[in-house]
T-cell receptor
Framework: DAKTTQPNSMESNEEEPVHLPCNHS???????IHWYRQLPSQGPEYVIH???SNVNNRMASLAIAEDRKSSTLILHRATLRDAAVYYC??????????FGKGTHLIIQP | NAGVTQTPKFQVLKTGQSMTLQCAQD?????MSWYRQDPGMGLRLIHY???????DQGEVPNGYNVSRSTTEDFPLRLLSAAPSQTSVYFC?????????????FGPGTRLTVT
């Protein structure tokens, strides 16, 4: 099983970029890297996922290291609504995703 | 389009009681799963299903049973509730086995076992 580690919390200022790191120390070659975020009292919400290449969508960008042992979720211009707990996860085969413990992102106005 | 729905939202059980947490999705997804979320532990996989009639155990399956008789529904049964099962439970679904597609999560069921 993939072991996934993240910092407990990070703080950033509104309208600045945010880089959220994740380590995937035991990721296998076929495991995808996923990111989800969770607002209080809600279920996790999909943000982005990828396998080897960097990925962009309307919410964020995902940078994946060449050896795939780490990834970074990039929020290009943080807003107060981006304050949430961000989870990275890997796997996604028949036995599901292995989640990290989450990074609590605090956005200062 | 309701997505993934879960009932009930909240439940209090006494030790030894049984109950079923309901999960339904209307997206015709093959893959469904149950996670539990505990403070400081992230989300941990309990059971999953890759299609109707097929289920398997995840990381923390003890004390829980599942069945998948239809594509839409994936109930989670607690056979004899224990205080260690106090948690928030999330059901999720995905187009496939989750390898390449995002998972859609329900709003959760907050369970307290006294």
């Amino acid at each position: 099983d993939a072991k996934t580690t993240q910092p407990n919390s990070m703080e950033s200022n509104e309208e600045e970029p945010v880089h959220l790191p994740c380590n995937h120390s035991t990721i296998s070659g076929t495991d995808y890297i996923h990111w989800y975020r969770q607002l209080p009292s809600q279920g996790p919400e999909y943000v982005i996922h990828g396998l080897t290449s960097n990925v962009n969508n309307r919410m964020a960008s995902l940078a994946i290291a060449e050896d795939r042992k780490s990834s970074t979720l990039i929020l290009h211009r943080a807003t107060l609504r981006d304050a949430a707990v961000y989870y990275c996860a890997s796997g996604g085969g028949a036995d599901g995703l292995t989640f990290g413990k989450g990074t609590h992102l605090i956005i200062q106005p | 389009n309701a997505g993934v729905t879960q009932t009930p939202k909240f439940q209090v059980l006494k030790t030894g009681q049984s109950m079923t947490l309901q999960c339904a999705q209307d997206m015709n997804h093959e893959y469904m799963s149950w996670y539990r979320q505990d403070p400081g532990m992230g989300l941990r996989l309990i059971h999953y299903s890759v299609g109707a009639g097929i289920t398997d155990q995840g990381e923390v399956p003890n004390g829980y049973n599942v069945s998948r008789s239809t594509t839409e529904d994936f109930p989670l049964r607690l056979l004899s509730a224990a205080p260690s099962q106090t948690s928030v439970y999330f059901c999720a679904s995905s187009y496939s086995r989750g390898r390449t597609y995002e998972q859609y999560f329900g709003p959760g069921t907050r369970l307290t076992v006294t």
